[in-house]
């Protein structure tokens, strides 16, 4: 038997990537100062055991691959193998007798995965827009027999569109305006234009995409049950009544073990629940759809490439006049998400930064490549990236310190966003930035470097090039602008004998949203954290509580069920849980999201308040470049957050580290080479993620000024620390000598130093 101390150090250090629960810094206010507390708190604030380690740990926990059902088939798909055309024929060259083959015209519903814009269909009638797309579904007993089978398809090929810039299909344009531009260039001393590129990146979760459908006994038009890996169970919900033209109650989700989303299945398992619910469907017999990690990899969304151009006015002591920020996204063939991920990407393109004239056009088109969706930050990477990067380049310009710059600029409360958004008292864009300049001593150390000073360096090439640089970020919390209020999200708190029992949509990916939760009922209820229990996310059981995305779970689902637990307690009065249910029966708290009071935001216009709170952050990296390879390596990394009061404060620093250590990737070793509108590296030999040996020690550091909207002051957390690792590498690059203005900052780029033609 394994005790139960070994299994809390196990979980501690094993998976979440920490040598040690004592170098997890206590909640610390961004004042340096103790935060007022009328009680102290018992779960909120600890870190206590996950709901799910002892499973994870000990191996018992069972994902969709583990699952089988009596009589299951086992389901692949048949793709296209080109990006543009028409369908001519399919042949089957092979012996049909014991599958089940579904094409189109086997919907018995819509022909489409239902999201934001209805314009994707679930299998390709005719029409072929990219690589990859399903035509065809099969499905037998046997795994071998199902491989062997040859499906030759015949196609009509026209031309495909690649460049995203001059793509004449828009899927969405966003236009932000603040001041007046031309008055703020006039205002100038001086005008610096920059472009800068982002590319595709792969989720890349542990888990590949996969689900399994089980028909109703009675016959699937009687009602169909989806078990699958997915952050966003009510999507496939939606999707599914849709697709098999079913009413709510008999379709039901429910989302088994996930390992890892990272957005990468927010919608996309729309798409697979839907194909294997169409073979159970015309089978009336379970059926098990797993990707293998090519497929995955082919298939599935990715990060939308961007190319960002500025046109910053400054003045000579470094204040901003004017920013002309042209955000261009490649959404790939079909619409998915890519309305949401350029609006999160404008409204982030000025980077923590005020200015009073402010003018913002942003546009995502549509491009003969698989589709591309959410992926961590949707947007804010990119432009952030962009921004970052730019704000060096104006400070070269100008001969004025990187972080004197960013002090010059960096939003205060009472300031205003480019949609006219007045921050509040948690703004905290300056005691991040001091706060990490201070810690990793960034001017003595730059000087040092840029003097040659590097204890062991000589000036020789046979020593590396080492660089420092920063960079300075922010993020909002939730959906934006009157997303929540259309969301009307949804949590329900029910009464047990030993506690009480959460029932949400939300879902756990790795995260840590189950112990999350229970520490927030548990806190508020005043009862232990091990009398919390919560729900599986099954449609037919919880409430609609929206997506698990955009660092909305904590803050958002997290204040919801707070209040439905405060309703419990006064209910409950002097009374245990045992006593009121003999007394009255049971109980079951449901509440919906509120909208604080203040908040006021014209989705027409784009103007007001486009998120409830901000968190803040600043990375310092320094790195070093090999004179013969090019390879960058880097040495040092700190990343100073403030995220309100963290809730499990190891939880928190694993959410920075991981993202973090994402954004290295996303930086420096993840590029995805498309090669004829197909990803050409679908694999692991030379799709390079970084591992614990590509990355360098991590010094996280988490500061709060809570939010008073949030659950005991939490903001969101898990998008936040993938936007700052890639500009601060570029900036360090720069520092080195080294220009770029494109990642990943590839040896081959980092060799050129130069800055790529960019076409758009």
């Not at 065809?136 to 569109?161: F, M």
């Not at 020789?460 to 300075?472: A, D, E």
């Not at 197909?678 to 692991?684: C, D, E, F, G, T």
């Amino acid at each position: 038997m394994i005790r139960a101390d070994l299994l809390q150090r196990s979980r501690l250090e094993g998976l979440q990537g920490s040598k040690s629960a004592d170098r997890v810094p206590a909640f610390v206010p961004s004042d340096n100062r103790l935060m007022t507390r009328s009680r102290r708190l018992n779960a909120v604030g600890r870190n206590v055991l996950r709901k799910e380690g002892i499973e994870k740990v000990t191996g018992t926990v069972r994902y969709i691959d583990d699952l089988s059902f009596p009589g299951m088939l086992h389901a692949r798909t048949i793709r296209s193998t080109i990006p543009a055309g028409e369908i001519v024929g399919i042949r089957l060259n092979f012996d049909t007798d014991g599958f089940t083959i579904v094409d189109h015209r086997d919907i018995p519903g819509r022909n489409v995965v239902a999201l934001i814009e209805d314009d994707q269909p679930s299998l390709a009638a005719r029409a072929v827009r990219h690589v990859a797309e399903p035509i065809l579904l099969l499905a037998h007993p046997d795994r071998d027999v199902l491989r062997s089978a040859d499906v030759e398809i015949e196609y009509r090929q026209t031309p495909p569109q690649y460049d995203a810039g001059t793509s004449p299909a828009i899927f969405k344009t966003i236009a932000i305006d603040k001041g007046d531009v031309e008055a703020g260039f006039r205002a100038a001393d001086v005008i610096v234009d920059g472009d800068y590129r982002t590319g595709h990146q792969e989720q890349l979760y542990i888990e590949t995409n996969g689900v399994i459908a089980v028909p109703d006994p009675a016959g699937a038009d009687h009602g169909i049950t989806v078990y699958g890996s997915m952050q966003c169970p009510y999507y496939v919900h939606r999707a599914l009544k849709i697709l098999l033209g079913l009413p709510d109650e008999k379709v039901r989700v429910v989302q088994t073990e996930t390992g890892g989303g990272f957005g990468g299945k927010e919608e996309y398992p729309s798409m697979i629940a839907g194909h294997a619910a169409l073979l159970a469907w015309k089978s009336g017999r379970p059926v098990k759809l797993v990707y293998d990690r090519v497929e995955d990899m082919l298939a599935t969304t990715k990060r939308h490439p961007g190319v960002i151009r500025h046109r910053t006015g400054v003045t000579r002591d470094g204040r901003l006049t004017a920013m002309d920020i042209d955000v261009l996204l490649d959404g790939g063939a079909y619409a998915t998400l890519s309305a949401v991920v350029l609006s999160r990407g404008v409204l982030h393109a000025t980077g923590p930064y005020g200015c009073d004239h402010v003018r913002i056009r942003g546009r995502v088109t549509m491009t003969n490549t698989p589709p591309n969706g959410a992926f961590r930050g949707f947007g804010a990477p990119q432009t952030q990236f962009a921004t970052e990067v730019h704000i060096d380049r104006i400070a070269d310009r100008l001969g004025i310190d990187p972080v004197r710059i960013r002090e010059v600029n960096a939003l205060r409360p009472g300031d205003t966003t480019a949609t006219g958004q007045r921050l509040g008292a948690d703004t905290s864009a300056l005691q991040v930035l001091r706060e990490a300049v201070k810690r990793t001593g960034f001017k003595r150390r730059r000087r040092q470097l840029s003097r040659g000073l590097t204890p062991g360096s000589d000036p020789s090439r046979t020593r590396p090039l080492r660089g420092i640089g920063l960079s300075l970020i922010f993020h909002g919390s939730g959906f934006t602008g009157g997303g929540e209020v259309k969301l009307a999200s949804r949590a329900s708190l029910a009464l047990t004998e030993r506690g009480a029992r959460i029932l949400v949509a939300s879902t756990e990916i790795g995260q840590g949203t189950r112990t999350m939760h229970a520490q927030i009922v548990a806190e508020t209820l005043g009862i232990p954290y091990d009398a919390v229990e919560v729900n599986a996310a099954d449609t037919g059981v919880v409430p609609d509580s929206g997506p698990t995305v955009a660092s909305r779970t904590c803050m958002i689902v997290g204040r919801i069920l707070q209040r439905c637990a405060e309703e419990m307690k006064a209910r409950l009065g002097r009374m245990t849980p045992k006593q009121y249910l003999r007394a009255h029966g049971p109980l079951m708290i449901t509440k919906e999201y509120e909208r604080p009071a203040e908040m006021r935001w014209d989705d027409a216009m784009y103007r007001g308040d486009a998120y409830g709170t901000y968190g803040w952050a600043c990375d310092v990296v320094e790195l070093e470049i090999d004179r013969d390879t090019w390879e960058v390596k880097p040495v040092m990394f700190t990343s100073v957050h403030e995220i309100g009061r963290p809730i499990h404060p190891l939880l928190a620093r694993g959410q920075i580290e991981g993202g973090s250590a994402q954004g290295l990737g996303y930086a420096l070793l993840e590029e995805v080479v498309m090669r004829d509108g197909r990803m050409a590296n679908a694999q692991l030999t030379n799709y390079i993620i970084p591992t614990t040996l590509d990355t360098p020690p991590m010094d996280i550091v988490m500061l709060g000024i809570p939010y008073p909207h949030g659950p005991f002051g939490a903001k969101g957390v898990g998008e936040m620390p993938i936007d700052g690792p890639a500009p601060a590498v570029v900036n360090a690059l720069r520092h080195a000598g080294i220009d770029l203005r494109e990642i990943p900052a590839t040896p081959e780029r980092v060799m050129r130093g130069e800055v790529s033609s960019f076409e758009s």
